[in-house]
Structures are given as C-alpha cells and as structure tokens.
C-alpha cells in the first residue's frame, strides 16, 4: 500500500507542475502580445503626439505661431486730381485717357469723346494688322514691302520705332484701307475712329494699345520681342521721338507712340499726341497703364510735365 500511496503522491505532483507552467506560458505569451501591440500603436501615434509636443513647446516659448502674411491686394490710383491739376496749365485742346490695366478700370479722363487727327497713330492700326497677318500666316515677314527696300517685318518695326511713315503707308496699301477699316470696327470693337479719314480719340486709340498689350491674335515671342522693344527703345534720328510724355517719367517703362505736325511758321505743334503703356515698378512686379494724351496746340514740354506729375502721384499713393 505504500508504494501505491507515493505513485498517487507523484501523479499529483506532476498535474500541479504541469498546471503551473501552463499558466507561466499564457502570462509570458500574453505579456509579449501586450508588449508588440503598445509598440504597433506607440510607432502610428508618436509622430502625432510629437508634432503636438512641437507645437505646445513653440507656443508656450514664443506665443501661438504669426500667419503667413497675405499678398498685398492692389489698390486703385486716381489720376484724376493730377489731370485736373494739368489741364488749367495749358492752353489748347486737350484730351486725356488714363487706363488701369490691373484693374481693368478707368484711372481718370478729361474731354474722351472729342475727336482728333491721328498724325501718326494711325500706324497703330495698320501695325497691329500687320503682326497679325504674319501670326495667321497671310503675311511673309521676310518679303520686301511694296517698293520701300525694307522687309515687311522691318517695316513693321520702323512704322513705330521711327515713326516711318513710307513703310506703314505701303503697309496700309498691302492691307487695303476700307478691309482695315471693317476690321477695326467689326472684329476690334473700335468704333468711334475713321482711320481712311485718320480720325480718333482718346478712348478709341486706348483700344488698339490695350489690344496690343493683350495681344489677343498673336501669342508668339518671335513677334512681341521686336514689337515692344520699337516700343521702348527709339533713338533719336532727325527727331526726338520720345521728348513728350516719355521724358517726364524717370522710374517708369514707356511703351509709346508719338503722332504730331508742327507748324514751322508759326513755330508750335498743331498737333502732339503721345499713346502709351506704362509700367511703374511696383513690389516685385509693375502696375500697368495706358496713357493716351491727343492735343491741339498744346507744347511737348507740357506732355513732358504731364508724365512727371502722373509717377509722382503713383509713388505717393503707394508710399
């Protein structure tokens, strides 16, 4: 009965042992998936809490973080009171259209609807067509202009940089002046003007530059470059192509027309107009307008003080 009773003993040992261990085993595999699970969620949720710790920390440094500063919205410029100011200093006839091109507004005007004779404004008409006519492909730019010795492209460029009234004259011809005259009234919506009759004013010429700068019928760089720069760069020959409203501005860029007829005997201009684009450096860009001024028997120097008084009023306002 004794050996019975130790192998009953041993039997009972051996079930506790082996309860116990099964019980270590489901507390150290049971530990382990706690383990890798905390480590899953701590690995996802630590770069949440780290960027909320590295906000905290900046704000309770510094205070809460300063928004971006917003671009600065542009603000209107009114001429007006400059060419209110201009027109009791002349005497003549004068008209004046000051156009925003960022704004796509009027910017301050004097005697709009007044009609005037062109002189050489009707150029920018006939050119305007000519650019578009080599863009459309009608047009070869390197074929000589009627009997002018000069490339239609040259003469392109001359008709504005000097103002070369042979080749914007054989141009017109090329064209056919009743078809630009449908042009302009049908397809440009330039209506006020009779450019066969060299007729205009100050908001149709304001057209035919905000056309230009838009430049909706040619979108080439090969043609703008040369285009604006006849605008910009025109240098002195028997005349002084840019001794009105482009001298008065020393900042500003000025892409411009000069039309004039000078009475010799009498010594003054009966006529002096100038049209332009005018960029004033704004920030890290420019605010653009269009300045047309048409007189009669108004002197250049007073054009000249015209440009003058508009850039000192454009930095004033924005300083």
């Known amino acids: 009965m004794g ?54 920390s900046e704000e309770s440094l510094d205070g809460p973080a300063e928004p971006a ?60 067509e000519g650019y578009k006519r080599i863009y459309d492909k009608k047009w070869d730019p390197n074929a000589k202009a009627g009997s002018t ?15 070369h009234s042979p080749c914007a004259e054989t141009l017109w011809n090329m064209i056919g002046h009743d078809n630009l005259d449908n042009t302009i009234e049908k397809d440009w919506k330039i209506t006020d003007s009779d450019i066969s009759k060299l007729t205009s004013n100050v908001n149709d010429i304001m057209l035919i530059m905000k056309r230009f700068y838009e430049h909706p019928d040619f979108n080439d760089p090969t043609l703008l470059d040369p285009m604006w720069d006849s605008f910009l760069n025109q240098p002195n020959t028997t005349y ?29 201009w009966n006529i002096y107009h100038d049209a332009a684009i005018v960029k004033f450096p704004w920030q890290d860009k420019t605010r653009d307008f269009i300045v047309v001024v048409m007189t009669n028997k108004v002197d250049f120097k007073n054009i000249r003080q015209f440009g003058k008084m508009l850039e000192d009023k454009f930095y004033e306002d924005e300083i």
């Open 3 to 56: 050996v019975v009773k130790n192998r009953r003993v041993s039997r009972r040992s051996r079930f506790w042992v082996s309860l116990i261990a099964t019980f270590i085993i489901i507390g150290i595999a049971s530990f382990g998936i706690t383990l890798v699970v905390c480590s899953f969620m701590n690995s996802n949720m630590s770069p949440i809490t780290s960027n909320l710790d590295e906000e905290n």
């Open 69 to 128: 500063p917003a671009e600065e919205t542009i603000q209107p410029i009114d001429f007006q009171p400059v060419i209110d100011e201009w027109i009791k200093t002349v005497k003549g006839n004068e008209s004046i259209l000051i156009y925003d091109l960022d704004l796509d507004e009027v910017a301050g005007s004097y005697n709009v609807k007044e009609e005037y004779n062109t002189a050489s404004l009707y150029k920018l008409f006939v050119v305007y």
């Open 149 to 163: 010795g000069k490339t239609i492209a040259k003469c392109l460029d001359l008709a504005i940089r000097e103002s």
């Open 240 to 268: 002084e192509w840019r001794q009105g409203l482009p001298s008065g501005f020393s900042k500003a860029s000025v892409y411009n027309k000069v039309g004039w007829a000078y009475n010799a005997e009498g010594k003054y």
